[in-house]
């Protein structure tokens, strides 16, 4: 899945201070005769534009979608409502475009991404589409050529079944506290990609849930252990390409000091020293099968060999990996389409030997935090426990309000102190989130 482009919008009517710079370098001038060229400082490019002829017509039908916009959770004054209307009523053909334009990328923008923008996301790790300046001009002039921008703009909702029901139980409930977690979570489907998929697995860590999907309709929904609050699991996106029979466990050398010397671990030179494997057997931690599903987390889905976890009602007990309830007949699943029947899978595992099986196609995995979905039941939905305390700071910059401020990074250890203990399963340190790059808007 490609990385995403974000651009930051102008969201005043002040000059752009800053612009996004195209692939594209200006070619330097030749030096004059006689003269020996030195090395050339780069030469920026002009900015990317994103400009449109707007007709009043086409602004009112802008207007329309933005009075609108709540029905997406959306607050409608965020989208310079006010200066699009005084612009449709003035008569300035050139105020009206730039007001339009301004107000047309910031609404197609959270759309696409999400009012919420990375700092208010907790541990969020998937990617997203790519929506280049280049992308959305070609939006906004097929809005204007086809006198459809409400159409256009509806083109970049999710189209996720969830995502039409918790629009359905926004506009029916009239709980207030209910209505905000399905703005929050409204907002949470747009974060993710458009196209997740003919079929894909989505884990929902509050609901403690494993499902595959394919074409809209859920084939199988499995109990999951997540992180536990100590651990979280992060949110990420990955491809599973297969599946580990009798898998080994490899030791994280933060938990190295935790299996050193024990019985059922097998050391392994590493370097200068060791490192730690568990095989395969009733007492591996993975169980009897690990998805592959490669990721900068080391988060997997996988066996368990504690499963009377899957009895409790709140699940949050591993490092930080999926523990799948049935894992074994989940990953038959998966390999339909492959020689991989029950009696081969249960061939291999009485083998005791680790072997991997692939299947047919690779399914996109993505590990997810909705903490409500709208259901077919009398009730409506369900509601499920905010177990990592994500949904405050998200909220706040859904409503554009100041952030709590961030953790403070612990001072450097002393000479001799112990080293801190990263649990299996956790997050690596994070890079600081790219800025979005500026778009201009044509004036």
């Given at each position: 899945?490609?990385?995403?482009?974000?651009?930051?919008?102008?969201?005043?009517?002040?000059?752009?201070?800053?612009?996004?710079?195209?692939?594209?370098?200006?070619?330097?001038?030749?030096?004059?005769?006689?003269?020996?060229?030195?090395?050339?400082?780069?030469?920026?490019?002009?900015?990317?534009?994103?400009?449109?002829?707007?007709?009043?017509?086409?602004?009112?039908?802008?207007?329309?979608?933005?009075?609108?916009?709540?029905?997406?959770?959306?607050?409608?004054?965020?989208?310079?409502?006010?200066?699009?209307?005084?612009?449709?009523?003035?008569?300035?053909?050139?105020?009206?475009?730039?007001?339009?334009?301004?107000?047309?990328?910031?609404?197609?923008?959270?759309?696409?991404?999400?009012?919420?923008?990375?700092?208010?996301?907790i541990d969020w790790h998937v990617?997203?589409?790519?929506?280049?300046?280049?992308?959305?001009?070609?939006?906004?002039?097929?809005?204007?050529?086809?006198?459809?921008?409400?159409?256009?703009?509806?083109?970049?909702?999710?189209?996720?079944?969830?995502?039409?029901?918790?629009?359905?139980?926004?506009?029916?409930?009239?709980?207030?506290?209910?209505?905000?977690?399905?703005?929050?979570?409204?907002?949470?489907?747009?974060?993710?990609?458009?196209?997740?998929?003919?079929?894909?697995?989505?884990?929902?860590?509050?609901?403690?849930?494993?499902?595959?999907?394919?074409?809209?309709?859920?084939?199988?929904?499995?109990?999951?252990?997540?992180?536990?609050?100590?651990?979280?699991?992060?949110?990420?996106?990955?491809?599973?390409?297969?599946?580990?029979?009798?898998?080994w466990w490899e030791v994280p050398?933060?938990?190295?000091?935790?299996?050193?010397?024990?019985?059922?671990?097998?050391?392994?030179?590493?370097?200068?020293?060791?490192?730690?494997?568990?095989?395969?057997?009733?007492?591996?931690?993975?169980?009897?099968?690990?998805?592959?599903?490669?990721?900068?987390?080391?988060?997997?889905?996988?066996?368990?060999?504690?499963?009377?976890?899957?009895?409790?009602?709140?699940?949050?007990?591993?490092?930080?990996?999926?523990?799948?309830?049935?894992?074994?007949?989940?990953?038959?699943?998966?390999?339909?389409?492959?020689?991989?029947?029950?009696?081969?899978?249960?061939?291999?595992?009485?083998?005791?030997k680790s072997v991997q099986a692939?299947?047919?196609?690779?399914?996109?995995?993505?590990?997810?935090?909705?903490?409500?979905?709208?259901?077919?039941?009398?009730?409506?939905?369900?509601?499920?426990?905010?177990?990592?305390?994500?949904?405050?700071?998200?909220?706040?910059?859904?409503?554009?309000?100041?952030?709590?401020?961030?953790?403070?990074?612990?001072?450097?250890?002393?000479?001799?102190?112990?080293?801190?203990?990263?649990?299996?399963?956790?997050?690596?340190?994070?890079?600081?989130?790219?800025?979005?790059?500026?778009?201009?808007?044509?004036?």
């Amino acid at each position: 899945m490609p990385s995403k482009t974000l651009f930051a919008l102008l969201l005043a009517a002040a000059p752009a201070t800053a612009f996004a710079q195209s692939a594209a370098e200006l070619k330097p001038a030749a030096p004059p005769p006689g003269v020996t060229a030195g090395p050339q400082a780069p030469v920026p490019a002009p900015p990317v534009i994103v400009a449109g002829d707007w007709k009043k017509r086409d602004a009112q039908d802008l207007l329309t979608f933005i009075d609108g916009i709540s029905a997406e959770g959306l607050d409608p004054a965020d989208y310079h409502r006010a200066a699009l209307s005084d612009a449709i009523d003035g008569h300035d053909g050139a105020q009206l475009s730039q007001v339009a334009t301004r107000a047309f990328v910031k609404v197609a923008n959270d759309l696409m991404f999400g009012h919420v923008t990375a700092d208010g996301r907790i541990d969020w790790h998937v990617r997203d589409d790519p929506f280049t300046a280049a992308d959305q001009q070609a939006l906004l002039t097929r809005a204007l050529s086809g006198h459809s921008v409400g159409d256009s703009l509806r083109s970049l909702l999710p189209t996720h079944p969830q995502y039409a029901a918790l629009r359905s139980l926004l506009a029916t409930t009239t709980d207030p506290k209910l209505k905000e977690k399905v703005r929050l979570n409204l907002d949470r489907w747009r974060w993710l990609p458009r196209d997740l998929g003919n079929k894909y697995v989505i884990v929902n860590v509050p609901a403690y849930t494993v499902s595959l999907v394919e074409n809209g309709a859920t084939l199988n929904r499995r109990k999951a252990v997540a992180g536990a609050l100590k651990t979280p699991t992060p949110q990420l996106s990955a491809i599973i390409t297969g599946a580990i029979f009798n898998p080994w466990w490899e030791v994280p050398s933060s938990l190295s000091h935790e299996v050193a010397g024990k019985k059922g671990y097998v050391s392994v030179p590493s370097g200068s020293g060791v490192r730690w494997r568990q095989p395969p057997g009733p007492g591996n931690a993975l169980g009897r099968v690990k998805l592959v599903m490669g990721n900068p987390f080391a988060i997997y889905l996988h066996d368990t060999n504690a499963k009377h976890l899957f009895d409790k009602q709140a699940r949050a007990y591993s490092h930080g990996c999926i523990r799948t309830e049935d894992a074994v007949g989940f990953a038959e699943t998966l390999l339909q389409g492959t020689d991989w029947d029950r009696g081969k899978i249960n061939d291999t595992l009485a083998s005791k030997k680790s072997v991997q099986a692939n299947i047919a196609a690779p399914i996109p995995v993505y590990i997810v935090y909705f903490t409500v979905a709208a259901t077919t039941d009398k009730e409506g939905y369900l509601s499920y426990a905010d177990m990592y305390g994500r949904d405050p700071t998200a909220m706040l910059a859904l409503n554009d309000k100041p952030l709590p401020p961030k953790p403070v990074k612990a001072a450097a250890a002393k000479p001799g102190a112990k080293a801190g203990v990263l649990k299996a399963g956790a997050k690596p340190a994070a890079k600081p989130a790219a800025k979005k790059p500026q778009v201009a808007i044509a004036r």
